[in-house]
């Protein structure tokens, strides 16, 4: 399968390294010198995961990019949005229903 998982780089101040994200495993972070590095080592880590829960039979995570998106969440949005929402909440760890209603309380 082809790694079509959704992959971020950001810096750390705290670590003062870049950091490497994976919206679909969230508990996964890779430290690195460079920007290049931080992007192929959370790779590495990712596939290694998926190679490990393939290997004990568990589920792996389906790639965002490859989730078909409605576009509606008692809302309607453009899917681009939906889209970005499901990955901000995926990375924060929380439901895309409890996002946006923080969003929306914070707003009002």
């Not at 949005?77 to 924060?92: F, M, N, Y």
Request: hydrophobic fraction near 40%; charged fraction near 25%.
């Amino acid at each position: 399968m082809s790694d079509h998982y959704t992959y971020r780089i950001t810096w750390s101040a705290e670590d003062a390294e870049h950091v490497g994200l994976c919206a679909e495993f969230p508990s996964l972070s890779w430290l690195a010198a460079t920007p290049a590095e931080a992007l192929s080592g959370i790779q590495r880590l990712v596939a290694d995961s998926v190679a490990d829960m393939r290997n004990n039979g568990e589920p792996v995570p389906e790639p965002m990019a490859d989730r078909a998106y409605s576009g509606k969440f008692m809302v309607r949005v453009p899917p681009e949005t939906h889209r970005s929402l499901a990955i901000r909440a995926a990375e924060q760890g929380v439901s895309m229903n409890r996002l946006v209603s923080a969003r929306l309380a914070r707003e009002g």
